[in-house]
C-alpha cells in the first residue's frame, strides 16, 4: 500500500509571497520562484488556464517522495502579470532536472547515479499508475531533483485518468505529450486514447535519454515520425508489408 496523503490544499495569496522572479515556463503555463513570508523559504508557483485547472486536481490528491510536492493553490496577480491569475504552489527545486544535470555534466551523470534516479522515476510512476493515473509527459525535463539528487516527478499538465480506474469508464482524448517520448501508435490516429502502454513507453525512452546524456532521435525526427507512423498502419493492417 502506498502511503498517500489526501489533504487539503492550502490557498496562497499576493500577500503572503513575494520576490517574484520569473524561471521559464512549464508545458502549460508562465513558471515563477517566490519567496514565501512564513515558510521562510522559496517556492515555484506554475501559473494554469482555468481549463488545466483540473491538473490541480490531480495533483492535491496524493503525495509520494518521487512526486514533486504541492502545496496548495495560487489566486492573486503577480507583478508581471496584468489580471488576477490562478496556480499551483509547488516546491521549488533549484537543482533543475534530469535535463539540467545532463547538460552541466556534458553527458550522463555517473551510473550509480543514473540507476538509482531510474529507480525512483520507476517508483514515482509505478504510484500514478496504482492511483488510477497517467502522467502522459513523462521526460527529462519533467523529473525534478532534490538538493541531495533524488528524482520527483513534476508538471502533470498533460495527466489524465486511466481508463481502467475512472468512475465513469472514460478517459481523456486529447492527442498530447512531447512527441519524441511518444509511442508510435500514437501517431496513427488523431483519437488515440493514450493508456498505462503509452508512460511504459515513454519511461523506455527516458532510460536511454538519462543513460547516453542525450536528446532522442536528433535530427532525425521528421523521418522518425514518418516511419513510427507507417510501422504503426503496418501491425494494424491498414499497409502492405514491404518484406516479401
Not at 546524456?213 to 525526427?221: A, D, Q, R, S, V
Amino acid at each position: 500500500m502506498w502511503p498517500s496523503n489526501k489533504l487539503e490544499p492550502k490557498r496562497f495569496e499576493d500577500d503572503s509571497l513575494s520576490e517574484w522572479t520569473s524561471i521559464g515556463q512549464g508545458g502549460f503555463g508562465n513558471v515563477y520562484k517566490a519567496r514565501h513570508q512564513k515558510m521562510g523559504h522559496y517556492v515555484a508557483i506554475k501559473l494554469l488556464n482555468d481549463s488545466l485547472l483540473q491538473e490541480a486536481k490531480f495533483q492535491k490528491v496524493f503525495s509520494c517522495q518521487n512526486v514533486l510536492r504541492i502545496y496548495g493553490m495560487y489566486e492573486g496577480t503577480p507583478p508581471t502579470e496584468q489580471i488576477k491569475q490562478k496556480g499551483m504552489v509547488m516546491e521549488f527545486m533549484k537543482r533543475g532536472s534530469i535535463k539540467t544535470l545532463c547538460g552541466k555534466l556534458s553527458g550522463p551523470p555517473p551510473f550509480a547515479l543514473t540507476c538509482r534516479l531510474i529507480q525512483e522515476v520507476a517508483l514515482g510512476m509505478n504510484f500514478l499508475h496504482s492511483e488510477g493515473f497517467l502522467h502522459r509527459d513523462l521526460k527529462p525535463e519533467n523529473i525534478m531533483l532534490s538538493d541531495e539528487l533524488h528524482a520527483k516527478l513534476a508538471d502533470f499538465g498533460l495527466c489524465a485518468v486511466s481508463i481502467s480506474y475512472s468512475p465513469n469508464n472514460q478517459e481523456e482524448t486529447e492527442n498530447a505529450g512531447t512527441l519524441k517520448y511518444m509511442p508510435p501508435e500514437a501517431f496513427d490516429n488523431l483519437n488515440y486514447k493514450p493508456a498505462r502502454s503509452f508512460d511504459v513507453y515513454s519511461f523506455g525512452i527516458f532510460l536511454w535519454a538519462i543513460l547516453s546524456g542525450e536528446e532522442p532521435y536528433p535530427g532525425k525526427f521528421k523521418h522518425f515520425i514518418f516511419k513510427s507512423t507507417y510501422i504503426a498502419k503496418i501491425y494494424k493492417g491498414n499497409e502492405r508489408s514491404i518484406v516479401k
